[in-house]
């Protein structure tokens, strides 16, 4: 049985679909903007969330292979950090850990050439710092004054 809408009910239906004819596109757009706004934010998180595991595995190995004392599996992990993953805090550590270890096995070159980098792609002023002092005492090592009073402020 089919029961008939009284007038009150039959005036509601019109004005909804009335207001729906005026504004249903522009709420349907707005629910869409929306939607892809939420699922664009949720992808770019889960991508970060990708690129922070995979550089933390790099990390890691780096960490393993400075332990070891491998000085040819340091050089190619961080270089695959920094090729990879130039921006992250994972690569400014990697950067400092990879010269500490330069530093221990007598190749200042390679000590030297791992700070300067953290110091011209670090995003961090702390590590830059740290890695501008470090280098410093590398340079002063090697009888460098000149660059290693360069790099610190002075009066």
């Known amino acids: 049985m089919a029961s008939?809408?009284?007038?009150?009910?039959q005036e509601q239906l019109d004005q909804i679909k009335h207001f729906w004819k005026q504004y249903g596109d522009a709420i349907t757009w707005f629910l869409i903007v929306v939607l892809a706004a939420y699922a664009a934010w949720n992808g770019y998180n889960y991508w970060q969330r990708r690129e922070a595991a995979?550089?933390?595995?790099?990390?890691?190995?780096?960490?393993?292979?400075?332990?070891?004392?491998?000085?040819?599996?340091?050089?190619?992990v961080f270089a695959d950090i920094?090729?990879?993953?130039?921006?992250?805090?994972?690569?400014?550590?990697?950067?400092?850990?990879?010269?500490?270890?330069f530093h221990d096995k007598t190749k200042p070159d390679q000590a030297q050439a791992a700070l300067r980098w953290v110091v011209d792609n670090s995003t961090d002023p702390g590590y830059q710092a740290i890695a501008k002092l470090r280098l410093a005492a590398v340079l002063m090592d090697a009888k460098?004054?000149?660059g290693s009073a360069s790099l610190l402020p002075g009066e």
């Open 54 to 76: 995979q550089v933390a595995v790099l990390f890691d190995e780096l960490e393993r292979s400075v332990d070891a004392g491998e000085t040819s599996r340091v050089e190619r």
């Open 82 to 101: 920094k090729d990879k993953f130039p921006k992250t805090a994972y690569a400014q550590q990697g950067g400092l850990l990879a010269a500490r270890h």
């Open 4 to 9: 008939h809408l009284d007038l009150e009910e």
């Open 144 to 146: 460098d004054y000149a």
